[in-house]
């Protein structure tokens, strides 16, 4: 795997110059090239996905590749929740319980988040800041391309290998169990497989960090100054900067990991080597979680005031606020470990500065429940889950603040209350922004529109699974619950079946986003203009819809064809062409709370 790596990205950086590359036709601001330029440029077919160095081509195949990731994630963790259906052991056994629950957990973090919010950022941030590409494109498609063996690596031990099972650590990798001592199964090689390709993910996503921050610094255009740079960008730039500080850590640590266990070496195998792990592993661990939370906030920053017909409410203390997220992350980690006997003088301290960092996070849900207040509102399916993602925030925001706090930590510490807070944040609020961000960007990288109703069926089967689900998870943990268990008490058996029906309504509605997804790629409306959402009504236009306006504008004139066979009609219900269509505009998808004046 190490030589086939090498050989690719030798094959990848041939030396010349890393910023030689010209983008094709439909470009971040390159609208003149010839067709025959195309075909030169870029290839066709499968060859075409393979070689790509285009921001676009490399967002689509992030986005491929997370939702895959999301989609195996998913599948494992309704395989566990049908096995706690019961509380005795029914479907699979404990050992494979626990290698699920291991790669759950990896799979969502670090094969799904990361790469998801890497998509909406590779395709959209030249687009928005007026750049021709990122800075370096054969650096951006090599990160991406660590990824794909870094999974296989991670999944290897599912696969049938002979003498190669499944890491059963949890996502964590607390030692002494990942050293692999005593006589657990825990030093076999399926748990350093998976360790290899976390650090090929960590690498991935260092490049592409490096790479983002090179690209807003230096290609901007000449019209984007640090005052009108957009709150997406801002979200990125701060991530990117997360990023760069805390995946090498986590790459040491888990090289030391790899060494304790292949070469005899003592880094955690000895006395405080536990300690030592959990402080190394959670000063990554917990600006990881606003490595992936702060870009969702930014999407819902960006499109929630689109279909509030106003500009974002205090955009400048939304921007303040994203970067005292990012000081404020490499000061919190120890409240993960409150329960390990650390001096209670440190303990405070890390308190305190853990409800602090409330404070910011309060400051942008202030910010969007603002820009919604007497606004023109259209209840889109990207609006929907924007707001869905504010109430689901606020419910797990406020659940973090009470394990800030060291009294009620100790007693909810390694429950399932941790679940459900952690949940409400990764599902209820990263995924429903990255639902919002597909559904509003639908029209710009497919040029069609999806199911309007397929949509909202989503949104509401999402919705109600998610609290149904991670709500009861919280009930649970008050309960006295310990989490990370394939069994459990028949007192616990209720509110265990309770969360199962509601995981089952979840993968109902990501059943139903799949098929609207991919049918409506393959045969949606056509959108007609670069402004499906009607956001010159409100002045909220913006330079990506303007990128596409153009685009369509280019192939039309290029001999492309203006009739198409179906009218599109927009989220809200509005036809975009035809004035005569109004009769089927859906009056219920559009609320106006403005009062007469």
Same mark, same amino acid.
């Given at each position: ?230 709150? @997406?960008? #801002? ?5 990117? &900067?997360? %990023?760069?500080?805390?995946? +090498?850590? *986590?790459? $040491? ?112 849900? @202030?910010? #969007? ?5 007497? &606004?023109? %509102?259209?209840?889109?399916? +990207?609006? *929907?889950? $924007? ?121 109902? &509605?990501? %059943? ?7 049918? $409506? ?77």
């Amino acid at each position: 795997m190490g030589v086939f790596l090498i050989g690719v990205t030798a094959w990848l950086a041939r030396i010349e110059n890393w910023r030689s590359y010209t983008p094709i036709a439909g470009g971040g601001g390159s609208y003149e090239q010839s067709d025959s330029y195309v075909s030169d440029e870029k290839p066709a077919g499968l060859i075409r996905w393979l070689t790509t160095v285009d921001h676009k081509d490399i967002g689509l195949l992030y986005g491929a590749f997370g939702l895959t990731a999301f989609a195996v994630g998913g599948l494992m963790v309704v395989l566990m929740r049908i096995e706690l259906a019961d509380p005795g052991m029914t479907v699979i056994s404990n050992t494979f319980y626990n290698s699920l629950l291991t790669s759950h957990g990896i799979t969502m973090l670090f094969l799904f988040a990361t790469p998801i919010i890497a998509a909406f950022s590779n395709y959209l941030i030249p687009l928005l800041i007026g750049a021709d590409d990122m800075a370096f494109p054969r650096i951006n498609a090599i990160a991406f391309w660590l990824l794909p063996p870094a999974a296989l690596l991670i999944w290897a031990g599912f696969f049938p290998i002979p003498e190669v099972i499944p890491a059963q650590t949890g996502w964590t990798m607390y030692t002494p169990l990942s050293v692999g001592e005593g006589m657990g199964n825990q030093a076999n090689a399926g748990v350093d497989l998976m360790l290899l390709g976390l650090h090929l993910s960590g690498v991935s996503a260092t490049m592409g960090s490096i790479n983002f921050i090179a690209t807003i610094f230096t290609e901007r255009g000449k019209n984007v100054s640090w005052a009108n740079l957009d709150i @997406f960008s #801002w979200t990125i730039l701060t991530q990117s &900067g997360l %990023i760069l500080f805390a995946f +090498p850590l *986590l790459g $040491s640590a888990i090289m030391m990991l790899l060494f304790d266990r292949n070469f005899g070496t003592s880094f955690f195998a000895g006395e405080g080597g536990a300690i030592l792990w959990q402080h190394l592993f959670w000063f990554f661990g917990h600006p990881e979680v606003y490595i992936i939370v702060l870009p969702p906030m930014g999407i819902i920053s960006y499109i929630l005031p689109r279909f509030s017909g106003r500009r974002l409410f205090g955009f400048k203390f939304v921007v303040y606020s994203t970067l005292a997220i990012g000081v404020l992350s490499f000061g919190v980690w120890a409240h993960h470990m409150f329960a390990t006997g650390l001096d209670p003088r440190l303990r405070a301290s890390f308190m305190a500065v853990s409800l602090a960092i409330a404070v910011p996070s309060a400051v942008k849900t @202030f910010n #969007w429940i603002t820009t919604m207040w007497n &606004g023109n %509102i259209r209840l889109t399916t +990207p609006m *929907l889950f $924007s707001v869905g993602f504010v109430a689901n925030f606020i419910l797990g925001g406020v659940t973090g603040v009470f394990l800030a706090s060291i009294p009620v930590d100790l007693v909810l510490h390694a429950t399932y209350y941790v679940v459900g807070h952690f949940h409400y944040i990764v599902m209820g609020a990263i995924a429903f922004a990255g639902f919002a961000g597909i559904y509003y960007w639908f029209p710009l990288y497919t040029g069609r529109m999806y199911q309007r109703t397929l949509g909202k069926m989503h949104f509401w089967l999402s919705m109600i699974g998610t609290n149904i689900t991670f709500f009861a998870m919280i009930l649970l943990g008050y309960g006295g619950m310990p989490r990370r268990y394939a069994t459990y008490l028949p007192q616990f058996a209720t509110l265990h079946q309770i969360t199962t029906l509601g995981a089952l309504i979840l993968l109902a &509605g990501q %059943i139903i986003f799949v098929w609207n997804f991919a049918q $409506s790629w393959l045969e949606g409306p056509k959108v007609e203009d670069g402004d499906p959402w009607d956001l010159h009504d409100n002045g909220l236009y913006t330079a990506e819809w303007e990128w596409y306006d153009q685009k369509l504008t280019t192939a039309i004139a290029d001999g492309g064809d203006e009739e198409t066979e179906e009218k599109v009609l927009t989220d809200g219900g509005d036809v975009n062409s035809d004035a005569d269509a109004d009769a089927d505009i859906d009056n219920d998808s559009t609320v106006d709370t403005h009062s007469e004046e």
